[in-house]
């Protein structure tokens, strides 16, 4: 009923969006919660061919509309702006952030289905989402639940994969590890091994990534509790959805913190498909390779200090702060100590983006649920600081795109509030959330039948020749 009800107040809204921008209001037929079929795979099956048919008429009809301008800036800069790539299951605007199949944040907060009412979403809703562009109801939720916990089982050898790395290996080595070995297992692998059909190649994918993703809080809660926690691992409870289930399996049973959870893998799971992460899976992927082995690349991507180890970098640099300054510094010197960060020749994390140019609406829902949760919280106090602080020192640097704060400024001082107090652990959790993600256009790019990626590159003779003669020409 309160489903039925924010639905017909966001329908509502819409409607009255409808006349300055049709758009939305044929995004948001697209939405309409999906039948009451609580089989995930089954609802893919009926909705693939129709997108097949989208894709071959849009490259039929429109395989030669211009795209924009490649220029040289954008091949010597990271490939910024460059549209390169199809990725259906978010979108990212520069100055609104992330909208999954068509919803913001704050939109999935009010329409995904919670475990209880007026909580976080469940990630299996956006699960759910992200691989049908539907909202599911909670039936189809708890189905979802039911089918991943059915799933989450992980075999001795991958355990004992982790075991063979020193406990001193960063979590991120011993996660993409487990990952790697997990692939053992692999259906796409076998059944590519008998001549599947291409036809059927989303098939094993899809059974791959299912249980890649049920398997994943299993691995990465082994991996915490081998480092920080003795190696005493606690089982799966039967009675708890995903997000839920990873919090306990970590060791922490606070309600608020499962509430935390489910809200940090919800945000955490995709952010279009151009960022290191999306893009290495999908690269990988498209040489048939199967979801784990896609993933893990991922994953070695995420690892890297200016994507996702940057959750790590701002929980460790704020504890920095508090060392030298004490907790209750004052704006002035954390003015200084800012600048003394960046005259170090560092960067501060938590800040600036490789396409937004606002604050992240991840960070802002973040910071909501603190002021709901933590608001006395001295770190949430220093984090809330440093967005008056930070953005004014970067603009003065002059040369930052972005001054505003980002995912990782916030999350680290969520779970340090709850006793997840080691950073290093932090991508991680990004990590399991980010299979999401990239696994759910995974399975898209083998039902669309997406090729092998390969740009073109060149060399800087080639491109001097180049602009020579677009000079003189
Ligand atoms: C995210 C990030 C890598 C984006 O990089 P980008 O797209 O190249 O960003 P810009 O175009 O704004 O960079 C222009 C310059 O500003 C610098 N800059 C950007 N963000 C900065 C920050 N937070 N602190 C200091 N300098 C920063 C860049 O390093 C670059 O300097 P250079 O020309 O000397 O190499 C960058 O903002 C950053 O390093 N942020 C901190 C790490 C972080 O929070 N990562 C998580 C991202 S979700």
Same mark, same amino acid.
């Given at each position: 009923?309160?489903? %039925?009800?924010?639905?017909? =107040? ?20 697209? +939405? ?13 099956? &009926? ?9 071959? !008429? ?15 800036? +954008?091949?010597?800069?990271? *490939? ?14 520069? $100055? ?20 209880? /009412? ?15 562009? !539907? ?24 355990? !004992? ?8 290996? #960063? /979590? *991120? ?6 990952? +790697? ?64 289930? %990873?919090?306990? *399996? ?10 935390l +959870?489910?809200l940090y893998? @919800?945000i955490h ?8 992460? =999306?893009? @290495?899976? #999908? ?11 896609? %993933? =893990? ?13 940057a959750n790590?970098?701002v929980l460790?640099?704020i504890?920095?702060?508090?060392? &030298? ?6 704006? &002035? ?7 003394? @960060? ?7 994390p938590g800040f ?7 604050t992240d609406p991840r960070y802002t829902c973040q910071r909501e649920f603190a002021l709901?949760?933590l608001?006395?919280d /001295?770190l949430f106090q220093l984090v809330s !600081?440093l967005y $008056? ?15 505003w704060p980002n995912v990782d400024a916030h999350s680290g001082v969520l779970l340090n509030h ?8 932090y991508?991680?959790? %990004? ?23 390969? /740009?073109?590159?060149? @060399? ?14």
């Amino acid at each position: 009923m309160a489903l %039925f009800r924010s639905l017909s =107040a966001l329908s509502r809204r819409n409607v009255q969006q409808q006349k300055s921008s049709p758009l939305t209001f044929v995004r948001w037929i697209q +939405m309409q919660t999906s039948s009451q079929d609580t089989d995930l795979r089954s609802q893919l099956k &009926e909705l693939i061919p129709e997108q097949q048919e989208r894709l071959k !008429k849009l490259k039929a009809e429109h395989g030669k509309v211009q795209l924009g301008n490649i220029t040289l800036d +954008m091949v010597l800069g990271g *490939m910024r702006g460059m549209v390169g790539l199809l990725w259906e299951t978010s979108l990212l605007d520069p $100055e609104e952030g992330i909208r999954f199949r068509g919803l913001s944040i704050p939109e999935c907060q009010k329409l995904l289905p919670a475990a209880k /009412p007026g909580g976080e979403p469940l990630p299996e809703g956006l699960l759910w989402l992200l691989l049908t562009g !539907k909202v599911p109801s909670k039936g189809q939720v708890d189905a979802l639940s039911n089918e991943l916990r059915s799933r989450a089982t992980v075999p001795d050898y991958v355990y !004992k994969a982790i075991d063979a790395l020193p406990e001193t290996a #960063h /979590p *991120m080595t011993q996660f993409a590890s487990g990952v +790697m070995a997990l692939q053992v297992q692999s259906e796409f692998q076998q059944a590519y091994e008998k001549g599947i059909a291409k036809s059927k190649y989303w098939e094993p994918t899809y059974e791959d990534s299912l249980n890649l993703i049920a398997r994943l809080p299993l691995v990465a809660s082994y991996v915490y509790r081998r480092i920080f926690k003795g190696g005493q691992s606690i089982p799966v409870d039967d009675s708890l959805d995903y997000g839920g289930n %990873f919090a306990h *399996m970590l060791g922490f049973d606070n309600p608020v913190m499962h509430e935390l +959870m489910r809200l940090y893998v @919800t945000i955490h799971s995709d952010h279009e498909g151009g960022n290191v992460s =999306a893009h @290495t899976g #999908h690269l990988v992927a498209s040489a048939l390779s199967d979801p784990y082995l896609s %993933f =893990a690349a991922a994953l070695n991507g995420l690892a890297g200090p200016l994507h996702g180890l940057a959750n790590q970098e701002v929980l460790l640099w704020i504890k920095s702060v508090v060392d &030298e300054c004490g907790e209750n510094i004052t704006k &002035e010197q954390l003015k200084d100590y800012v600048w003394k @960060t960046l005259n170090s020749g560092k960067v501060v994390p938590g800040f600036g983006h490789g396409v937004l140019r606002k604050t992240d609406p991840r960070y802002t829902c973040q910071r909501e649920f603190a002021l709901k949760h933590l608001p006395d919280d /001295p770190l949430f106090q220093l984090v809330s !600081k440093l967005y $008056e602080v930070v953005p004014p020192v970067l603009t003065e640097l002059g040369k930052v795109k972005n001054p505003w704060p980002n995912v990782d400024a916030h999350s680290g001082v969520l779970l340090n509030h709850f006793g997840l107090t080691e950073a290093r652990y932090y991508t991680v959790l %990004f990590g399991v959330s980010r299979s999401i993600g990239i696994c759910s256009q995974l399975i898209w790019d083998r039902a669309l039948g997406l090729p092998l990626e390969r /740009p073109k590159s060149v @060399t800087m003779d080639w491109l001097e020749n180049h602009s020579k003669k677009a000079a003189s020409s």
